[in-house]
């Protein structure tokens, strides 16, 4: 059986009894996503890849105490996630959290022939929704980002941010309208 196949619930159950094949392959799995999530919030690839690495080792050590094994993908979010509050707290007065520039370039430019008033627009568009990202307050980006980039459940994003659901709806509506505002000239 495939590595892809093998349930999150089976490869945590293999951590927690020192499996380093089964702690490899969930590494493989959530690495990118970890690090994703450390690089939008903390806005810093170096920070991102300390958050990543922190994390993989908190799984090593505490994933025998997971009382729901599978859950693991949500755990590992929660533990990412506390760890850029703590990187924040303790090295900046203000977050940065923001759709960060890896150097990527965004979908449809650089594809072939475009038109250049196109490829404008669309690089302007993604820098507006940065700006919009970064002005929205901590907890309403937090959770738009988990929601729409990540595709995490209310319930999920709960538990990522210790927050209720009906907590994580309100914040992610608010986020929704004061995005839509910033961006209603892109519509």
Known sequence: MSVEM???AVL???VARGDLAAFEALVRRYSGRVFGLACRVLGDRAEAEDVTQE???TAWRRLDSLTEPAAVRTWLFRV???QCLAVLRSCRTHPVGDLPDWGVTPVGVGQ???DPSAVAETLAAVTALSQAL???PEPQ???WLLAVVDGLTYAEIALVVGASEESVRGRLARARVR???AMRVWR
Do not use: K, M, N, S
């Open 141 to 143: 980006r937090a959770v």
């Open 80 to 82: 990412a996630y506390r």
């Open 134 to 136: 970064r002005r929205l």
């Open 6 to 8: 093998i349930a999150d």
């Open 12 to 14: 945590a159950g293999g």
């Open 179 to 181: 995005l839509a505002e």
């Open 55 to 57: 994390v993989f080792a």
């Open 112 to 114: 072939g022939p475009r």
